[in-house]
């Protein structure tokens, strides 16, 4: 029941999901009554499970108020479902809320003190993938090694690079740049050189080079970050569209270059990336954007199928119990 358009948009992004992924069964956690007719709108949904709930969480809720008064709510039931006998949940939901109910019905992996959220977007190179993106305001030194270490599983396991590189967010290159918890931060990793392959500081100019595979920052950068660079791609691709409608020539020029400008538009489409992972849970839960389409959710049910399927929680249980076992974190 969360998002800007739903419940219609995940039960269109559901269907879309469903086709191209055949074996995938569905939960949905909701008023029954709403939802009940837009499932049965949909043939290849049809015997989907339905649980029945009045309560929704509003996106504007005090996530504080609602862990204490929402546990019949429909979000909470979706996680309780994760705990007991789902294998993932999507939700487009509000976020304060999902990580807090998260965090309190599914706790987090041994050895690892908070969640993150993790996404991954394009690059020159391919994709990157950063975290923090908002789970954890303010972090120490341990966290963010904590969240390189789990971003370098995620990228093995996820997005399948064998040896991914990782950097620190930084306001400079300079080993003297930045906060102190960020430069001990850095230390240990260089001295962590066996398990990971540390490289450096990164600057924000340079995150969409495609010179890393992992990008660890706390919270509130990384999600300034994360805002920034979505509304630069949308400014640029929007303002695109409107110069290539000022002038016969420019429409002209359009139509010589449409295949190549097409390619640039699905390269950039935030849609394909859409599915931010709370990454150090003891299961999967992986956020929508509020205001995606079907196409979007789709996608976002797509990371959690992926996740599920390659069993992703007790493969990262493995990896990070091997590279923490000598750390005291």
Excluded: W
Excluded at 270 to 292: D, E
């Amino acid at each position: 029941m969360g998002g800007d358009h739903a419940p219609e948009i995940v039960v269109e992004g559901a269907s879309e999901a469903k086709i191209r992924y055949p074996d995938i069964e569905f939960i949905f956690f909701g008023n029954k009554k709403i939802l009940e007719p837009l499932i049965n709108g949909k043939n290849n949904l049809s015997g989907s499970e339905i649980v029945h709930t009045d309560e929704a969480i509003n996106s504007n809720d005090k996530p504080s108020y609602v862990i204490r008064r929402g546990a019949n709510t429909s979000m909470a039931l979706a996680i309780k479902s994760v705990r007991d006998k789902s294998n993932a949940m999507v939700s487009a939901g509000n976020t304060g809320a999902l990580m807090g109910f998260s965090k309190l019905f599914l706790k987090t992996i041994s050895g690892i003190n908070r969640p993150a959220i993790v996404a991954c977007f394009p690059t020159k190179q391919g994709e990157v993938c950063m975290l923090d993106l908002g789970a954890n305001i303010e972090c120490d030194k341990n966290n963010l090694i904590q969240f390189a270490l789990m971003g370098q599983a995620f990228a093995k396991i996820v997005i399948g690079v064998k040896n991914p590189k990782v950097s620190l967010l930084n306001v400079g290159e300079e080993e003297i740049k930045g906060f102190s918890y960020i430069q001990n931060a850095s230390e240990t990793l260089k001295n962590l050189s066996k398990i990971i392959n540390y490289c450096g500081y990164i600057e924000g100019d340079r995150i969409t080079e495609g010179l890393v595979d992992v990008i660890v920052t706390d919270g509130f950068t990384g999600n300034i970050a994360l805002k920034t660079a979505e509304g630069t791609a949308g400014f640029f691709t929007n303002s695109l569209k409107e110069a290539l409608k000022k002038s016969i020539f420019s429409k002209l020029g359009y139509f010589l270059a449409k295949n190549s400008l097409e390619g640039f538009r699905a390269h950039m489409d935030p849609r394909k990336y859409n599915g931010a992972v709370f990454l150090g849970l003891n299961g999967i839960v992986v956020k929508s954007h509020g205001g995606t389409d079907s196409f979007g959710f789709a996608n976002a049910i797509g990371v959690a199928y992926d996740m599920a399927k390659y069993n992703f929680i007790e493969d990262l249980k493995k990896k990070l119990s091997i590279t923490t076992k000598h750390l005291d974190l």
